[in-house]
T-cell receptor, first 113, second 116 residues
Framework: GAGVSQSPSNKVTEKGKDVELRCDPI?????LYWYRQSLGQGLEFLIY????????KSGLPSDRFSAERTGGSVSTLTIQRTQQEDSAVYLC???????????FGPGTRLTVT | AQKITQTQPGMFVQEKEAVTLDCTYD???????LFWYKQPSSGEMIFLIY??????QNATEGRYSLNFQKARKSANLVISASQLGDSAMYFC?????????????FGTGTSLTVIP
């Protein structure tokens, strides 16, 4: 079956512009996570959604970052007024089931010039 | 305090040898899950193995096994018979509670290089 998909795979934007990153989780997965990974670094948690519950936004680094999950499926991460330090790979993952292991998408590489 | 600590930024192993990647965790919960992921240079994160806090047996998946020492709060990954394709970053992670939607905490990773 289809895995987690993310689009675009690469995004180059100018400082100050807004960007939207999309994540399409595995069908039926109730939990969806966003992470940020800077070059050579570990994963920085941003936000997660679980079913219809209010999302856990505790990892969002500033109010320029926001995320939505429509209909319990597709999620969009929006970064407003991008800064150069926002350059990173943004990873999305979904999970379900008793073990709840996460399945990751291929990521979106964001470059802010 | 860090929830997950991986103290080995880089490791080298000879092909066909076994290697242990260290991971310690910090939680006051009784119920939690421990995970290992592999990230090759291509960038995708691949789930390898899971250990639940109440599992008495160490988890095994093919050449991967998880050396779970609950009292020491360690969850080391053992890779047996290393292959060149095992060269990658390896991340240890923990989820507190058993609900699939709980937050995951990741370590900083260990870069493994398999030498021919």
């Amino acid at each position: 079956g289809a895995g987690v998909s993310q689009s675009p795979s690469n995004k180059v934007t100018e400082k100050g512009k807004d960007v939207e990153l999309r994540c399409d989780p595995i069908s039926g997965h109730t939990a969806l996570y966003w992470y940020r990974q800077s070059l050579g670094q570990g994963l920085e948690f941003l936000i997660y959604f679980q079913g219809n519950s209010a999302p856990d936004k505790s990892g969002l680094p500033s109010d320029r970052f926001s995320a939505e999950r429509t209909g319990g499926s597709v999620s969009t991460l929006t970064i407003q007024r991008t800064q150069q330090e926002d350059s990173a790979v943004y990873l999305c993952a979904s999970s379900t089931g008793l073990v709840g292991e996460q399945y990751f998408g291929p990521g979106t590489r964001l470059t802010v010039t | 305090a860090q929830k997950i600590t991986q103290t080995q930024p880089g490791m080298f192993v000879q092909e066909k040898e076994a290697v242990t990647l260290d991971c310690t965790y910090d939680t006051s919960d009784q119920s939690y899950g421990l995970f290992w992921y592999k990230q090759p240079s291509s960038g995708e994160m691949i789930f390898l193995i899971y250990q639940g806090s109440y599992d008495e047996q160490n988890a095994t998946e093919g050449r991967y096994s998880l050396n779970f020492q609950k009292a020491r709060k360690s969850a080391n990954l053992v890779i047996s018979a290393s292959q060149l394709g095992d060269s990658a970053m390896y991340f240890c992670a923990m989820r507190e509670g058993f609900q699939s939607g709980n937050q995951f905490y990741f370590g900083t990773g260990t870069s493994l290089t398999v030498i021919p």
